[in-house]
């Protein structure tokens, strides 16, 4: 790709969005022991090109420096599927057939990586394409962490910041950010992800909300007067509800932790979905009165990938009819790479009722 082409392409996905970027990550284990992560991806100044990206094994790929498609070359040991941003090579969330699994999550004015040296080219790779290098290249967390020093991680463009969310069959899953060019990993037993600030700041202010509880609150006399719930749920009275990624990590966490077990993996799925159905934000909220781009959501794309049994479940803003790709349908050593647009025609198809006479 033309390298000038390229970083326009990332600076307009990237580097005047911070404001309107805003994922929300979760995950869950159902009853039989299955794991899924679930996530949304939110771009709210218009659509966001978005694809299933399908990676056979031996696939040679090469990664984006800031000066051209001059980087780190790898072969893909693991087949892959994918859900890219902005073009087919920037993987924002996927699983590998193994069951690893990983995501992007923007990480503005927190994160830093190394300074770029092109004299390092051979082993740079670029923040966009570090979830391909590891889901094509391993299969546990473990192993991610014992290679990532193997490689120089820079930015395409210079407020391109993100960290990532890496999960394996195990159940295991840790955050992973960059922060003044030193990788920095942490096991989050929270299961949940949002933006800015780092997670360890974010896992410090849920003490902010020790007060919180399912259910009601107890009524209560106060100077004579007997104080009652007026509603349902009061026990949640206080809990932020903006779009804010410390907001929305408080009540992810919330959420997800107040959220009955499912038996089943495809019911955590359908959980996970009506869950982050309460995180779509709303076209507008982010936009001066009047300049809200015609698309019917910032929430892009929500998915629920099953990593137990091996399938990539999402939904768009377009058509919220959730679609499966099944790892196990494919055969990674012949399959060819591919890619294709999440939606075919983006519009929510409607089901007709028929009313008898």
């Not at 800031?66 to 980087?71: A, I, K, R, V």
């Not at 193994?98 to 990586?113: T, V, W």
Request: include cysteine.
């Amino acid at each position: 790709m033309n390298t000038r082409k390229l970083q326009l392409s990332i600076a307009a996905a990237c580097g005047t969005a911070f404001k309107a970027v805003a994922c929300t990550g979760i995950a869950l284990t159902a009853a039989d022991g299955s794991h899924v992560q679930a996530r949304t991806i939110e771009w709210a100044k218009g659509p966001l090109p978005s694809e299933y990206v399908v990676i056979p094994r031996g696939l040679q790929l090469t990664s984006y420096t800031p000066t051209g498609t001059n980087g780190l070359n790898f072969v893909a040991r693991y087949g892959v599927v994918g859900l890219s941003v902005v073009q087919k090579e920037f993987i924002a969330e996927g699983i590998n057939e193994a069951g690893l699994s990983a995501g992007l999550f923007f990480f503005p004015h927190y994160g830093q990586y190394e300074s770029y040296d092109a004299e390092r080219n051979d082993r740079t790779l670029s923040d966009l394409q570090l979830t391909t290098w590891m889901l094509t290249q391993f299969s546990t967390v473990e192993e991610v962490k014992a290679a990532i020093s193997s490689v120089y991680i820079v930015g395409l463009e210079r407020t391109s910041v993100v960290h990532w969310r890496i999960g394996d069959a195990s159940g295991r899953q840790v955050v992973l950010e960059i922060v003044d060019g030193v990788p920095q990993f942490f096991d989050n037993e929270v299961g949940v992800l949002t933006n800015a600030p780092g997670f360890e700041w974010h896992l410090t202010n849920l003490n902010n909300y020790v007060n919180l509880f399912p259910g009601n609150a107890p009524e209560r006399r106060l100077s004579g007067v007997t104080l009652r719930p007026i509603g349902g749920n009061s026990g949640f009275l206080g809990i932020p509800g903006d779009a804010t990624p410390p907001s929305r990590f408080v009540r992810a966490a919330f959420y997800r932790a107040t959220a009955p077990q499912r038996k089943t993996a495809f019911e955590t799925v359908l959980q996970c979905f009506h869950l982050l159905n309460t995180f779509d934000i709303p076209i507008g909220i982010e936009h001066t009165a009047g300049e809200a781009p015609d698309i019917p959501s910032a929430t892009q794309w929500t998915s629920a990938i099953d990593l137990t049994n091996r399938k990539v479940y999402y939904k768009t803003a377009y058509n919220n009819t959730i679609r499966c790709i099944d790892l196990a349908q494919i055969d990674f050593a012949n399959v060819r790479y591919q890619s294709h647009p999440l939606d075919n025609v983006p519009q929510q198809p409607v089901e007709n009722i028929a009313v008898e006479d």
